[in-house]
């Protein structure tokens, strides 16, 4: 009640002065996208708060360009001082050439880069050259080496330039990049954390920015090995609460000043009473703090201007405002105080004296850990307050009592031959952890072995066992192994910030190798290739035939006795070719050979194809017949529920157990009875894969732990991938106050890598480690149609430069024939393709008369039968009684009609009728 006072009392202050001042308003103009809504609340409240009458012109939908000068001239007739761009992209070219064109200013408050040289154009956001020293500076304070470049696709990398030089220049970086495309950013992700990378610096827009942080969680990519530094001045607006016990390092910037700012407080207020949200100062957008300043800084340097008049311009006469190179003058010279502190320009209207905070996420929420200021990146770790150092003095004094499990490989009793005393009698991961620990902050330290990690034994009275029970009685000060921060133990006890990130997952026994299938030379190309390879021969089965007919060459004399044949035959019936087809991709050959130009070009570039097809398919042939596979009987905890013979389990008392308990899955909980009904959980890890490695069972285990086990029992696997996202942390009493030191510590060792190494040791190294070396699958790699599709491309453009060469041939042929006859060029073309069209008929008669008026068969046949019965009778003086002709069609025609009947159907099939 108290606060809607408050924020009426600020409203009420802030309208009177509008009010009174509303006969000199000036008008501004604002573009925004129709659904934009936010920012033209902000556009309007921050206009009217420094009285000016807001104008605004909405953009129906994003990439619209055609309605954008339309808006901007009827602005400009409405006599606007100037314009708030918050459309951006190609929209903000034309605004920039038509406020070149007036002379009006055009206040830009977005990232994109637009052609800053125009005279107009005055940009809030800060310059590209600002982030790229930035960058630099902040990646040689981390003393990253190589790191991965996130960026969307269709968006500038002039923030990045910098950095994607370094690569170049020396070989200190490496310096990889990937693009985000679509919607889903998981498959690049996924790339990304196969490929081992684990810095990562992202340019992509606050809109996009929560979706590609899941997806990374998704992925695993938020753990503690993975650091990144995000350029969006939004990111510690999102809700980070997720990401922040993950270990993850997350750098991140602040444009905004939010110290010492009451007007970021009253905006903020307004902001939430025009929209009915509940929104804090640090949870604008910075575009929408921008557009306050942008406003501000109208504002300002109108009070520098006296006797500003506003102007009614129209595009169509090139109008141009005579204040308004003044206005901008002023605009880029003044030097004002925003709600992003110094608002400073350069000549060409560019940001590029900015100050940052530079922010870090940690567990314990967001911190500013320096800034940026001047060209100088200042880094500071958070202040630590007096009356916490005396405290810590009290650590450096005290012995504490750390509990440890001798669980492999977080402690293990020493092996020895002669007696150990106190600390000595362990070793192991969680030992080296603690004396590090002990060594930055000075206290000392005694262990006890308690290997109950701790449930809730009453949950009515809230009496927890094991570990949890004794920190919360401080029977102990610290719990140290595989201990997983879970919700429940952490409403009885405090978590330090985690040292390790994990997820549950399958151990099973490697299963025994299959021979390959009956018709597993099949799998050799995949299926869609051998679709692709049978349609390609029937098609270039077609293509053969019709370029066989355009072909002039390949019309031939099948009688070669005869010198003057009046009629050709073609080889390219469909048989034929479909035989010269798959005669090569067998590596037979066949006995047709072509002889035009285009036929033989189609039939090399076949030639190489296959070449090409059957070199790939035998060298990977032999892989696909002898490699014997591991056919595992399931691969999710799914199938493996389906899977009736096989038996499943987890530790009895352990957070894996309980995941199932608590699971809302069907399947894991039906999974969890089954496992207490049938008594297949086992009291600890070194049981559970003793029983997975002996018969047929599924052991669910914390990843860290079956990658231990795989570095020394070769034959078992991970069967899957993670069922859900953890981490181990050092346990303590509720409110301990050793925790804040603890968790200090504890960040300096990762981030020197001091865990990295501790775990390298204790998994590869020690007892047993790195015995099964990297398990390597001999990979049987299917070839696609991406492998193939370069073959595939070549035969196809062969095919086209083929028919180009046989079309141009034919058009040459009915050229000389038009000519020869005297007849139109057209006639002889549509004469052609009617033929060739017919797609039947190998032979084609020689010799063509002039076309006749009236063109009849009969007519045709009248002209030209004295040439006919010429050359038949001498054929057939010659050839009836020595030559039979081999051409059924040719041979059936001659048999025995009159010549003059011949004559006739010589002239109609010269009809291609
Ligand atoms: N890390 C587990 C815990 O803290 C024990 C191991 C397991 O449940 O798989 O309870």
């Not at 952890?433 to 990690?453: A, Q, R, V």
């Not at 399958?506 to 995949?526: D, W």
């Not at 596979?629 to 199938?639: A, D, G, M, Q």
């Not at 086209?800 to 141009?808: E, N, Q």
Request: glycine residues 6%; proline residues 3%.
């Amino acid at each position: 009640m108290l606060r809607m006072i408050v924020n009426l009392l600020f409203l009420i202050l802030m309208l009177v002065p509008c009010a009174i001042k509303g006969a000199e308003e000036l008008k501004i103009g604002g573009i925004f996208y129709q659904d934009d809504d936010d920012l033209k609340v902000v556009f309007t409240l921050s206009a009217k708060l420094y009285n000016f009458t807001p104008t605004i012109r909405e953009l129906s939908q994003r990439g619209e360009t055609i309605e954008v000068s339309k808006h901007v001239c009827s602005l400009a007739e409405e006599g606007v001082i100037g314009i708030l761009d918050g459309v951006g992209f190609q929209a903000s070219e034309i605004i920039q050439a038509l406020c070149d064109m007036m002379e009006l200013p055009h206040v830009f408050i977005r990232h994109d880069i637009i052609d800053t040289k125009n005279w107009s154009v005055l940009n809030l956001y800060p310059a590209p050259s600002v982030y790229n020293l930035m960058l630099e500076e902040l990646i040689l304070h981390k003393e990253w080496k190589n790191f991965t470049l996130i960026y969307l696709k269709g968006h500038s990398l002039l923030r990045l330039s910098s950095l994607l030089m370094i690569g170049n220049d020396t070989d200190k970086y490496a310096v990889s990049v990937r693009e985000l495309e679509g919607t889903d950013y998981r498959n690049v992700l996924v790339n990304a954390k196969e490929n081992g990378y684990t810095n990562f610096v992202v340019d992509c827009p606050s809109k996009h920015l929560e979706r590609l942080l899941r997806h990374a969680q998704q992925v695993g990519l938020m753990a503690d090995e993975h650091s990144y530094i995000i350029l969006s001045p939004d990111l510690f607006t999102l809700d980070m609460e997720r990401y922040r016990y993950g270990g993850v390092n997350m750098t991140g910037f602040r444009l905004m000043n939010l110290t010492s700012n009451y007007r970021l407080w009253n905006f903020t207020n307004l902001f939430n009473l025009e929209t009915g949200k509940n929104m804090q100062p640090e949870d604008l957008k910075t575009i929408a703090v921008l557009i306050h300043d942008a406003m501000l800084v109208f504002s300002a340097a109108l009070a520098k201007l006296t006797n500003t008049q506003p102007q009614e311009l129209y595009c169509e006469n090139y109008d141009t405002w005579m204040y308004g190179s003044s206005l901008l003058n002023f605009m880029k010279t003044n030097k004002v105080d925003g709600l992003t502190r110094a608002l400073v320009f350069d000549g060409l209207g560019q940001r590029s004296d900015v100050m940052f905070d530079v922010l870090e996420l940690t567990s314990s929420g967001n911190q500013t850990v320096g800034y940026w200021k001047s060209d100088r990146l200042i880094i500071e770790r958070p202040f630590v307050p007096d009356a916490e150092i005396i405290e810590e003095t009290v650590l450096r004094n005290k012995t504490l009592k750390v509990l440890i499990a001798t669980t492999p490989p977080y402690a293990y009793i020493k092996e020895s031959e002669v007696q150990l005393q106190g600390n000595d009698r362990y070793e192991g991961f969680t030992v080296d952890l603690i004396e590090k620990l002990s060594d930055i902050l000075g206290f000392g330290y005694e262990f006890e072995i308690e290997n109950d990690y701790g449930k809730i034994i009453d949950r009515e009275s809230g009496k927890w066992g094991g570990m949890v029970a004794k920190l919360m009685e401080e029977r102990a000060d610290l719990a140290l192994c595989d201990f997983t921060i879970t919700a429940d133990r952490q409403s009885a006890i405090d978590f330090s910030i985690p040292f390790m990130t994990l997820g549950i997952a399958i151990l099973y026994k490697e299963p025994s190798k299959q021979p390959p299938e009956m018709f597993s030379f099949m799998a050799v190309f995949s299926k869609e290739v051998w679709y692709y390879m049978v349609l390609i021969q029937l098609g270039l089965g077609m293509i053969m035939i019709f370029v066989g007919r355009i072909s002039h060459k390949e019309w031939q004399n099948i009688v070669p006795c005869i010198e003057q044949p009046e009629e050709l035959s073609n080889q390219f019936s469909f048989a034929n070719s479909v035989w010269l087809i798959i005669g090569s991709v067998m590596q037979q050959g066949s006995e047709i050979a072509p002889i035009a130009l285009a036929p033989r070009m189609i039939t090399s570039i076949w030639w190489f194809f296959t070449m090409v097809m059957v070199a790939s398919y035998v060298g990977i042939l032999v892989a696909f017949l002898t490699v014997e596979k591991n056919v595992l009987p399931f691969n999710t905890p799914e199938e493996l529920y389906e899977h009736k013979s096989i038996s499943y389990g987890a530790k009895t008392e352990g957070s894996t157990i309980g995941f199932f308990k608590g699971s809302r899955n069907e399947i894991y909980k039906k999974m969890y009875q089954k496992m207490i009904s049938r008594g297949w959980t086992v009291a600890d890890n070194e049981i559970g894969v003793a029983i997975a490695e002996n018969t047929t069972y599924a052991y669910f285990m914390e990843s860290t732990s079956i990658q231990y086990y795989r570095e020394r029992h070769c034959d078992l696997l991970q069967v899957g991938g993670l069922l859900d996202q953890k981490s181990y942390g050092i346990g303590m009493k509720k409110n301990s106050p050793y925790k804040i030191y603890i968790d200090d510590a504890l960040l300096k060792l990762k981030e020197s890598g001091e865990i990295q190494k501790l775990k390298t040791i204790w998994w590869q190294e020690r007892r047993g480690g790195g015995k099964c070396g990297e398990k390597r699958e001999v990979e049987q790699k299917q070839l696609g149609m991406k492998n193939m599709l370069g073959a595939f491309v070549v035969l196809g453009v062969g095919c086209l430069f083929g028919l180009l060469i046989s079309t141009l041939d034919m058009l040459w042929g009915v050229f000389k024939r038009s000519v020869k006859y005297n007849t139109s060029f057209k006639y002889e073309l549509v004469e052609e393709l009617k033929f060739v069209i017919k797609f039947s008929g190998e032979v084609k008669p020689v010799k063509r008369p002039p076309k006749t008026d009236d063109g009849s068969a009969e007519a045709l046949a009248e002209a030209e039968g004295k040439d006919e019965i010429k050359s038949l009778r001498s054929h057939y003086s010659i050839k009836s009684t020595s030559t039979q002709r081999t051409h059924h069609s040719h041979s059936s025609r001659h048999s025995s009609n009159g010549l003059n009947s011949l004559s006739i159907a010589f002239a109609k099939r010269r009809e291609y009728t």
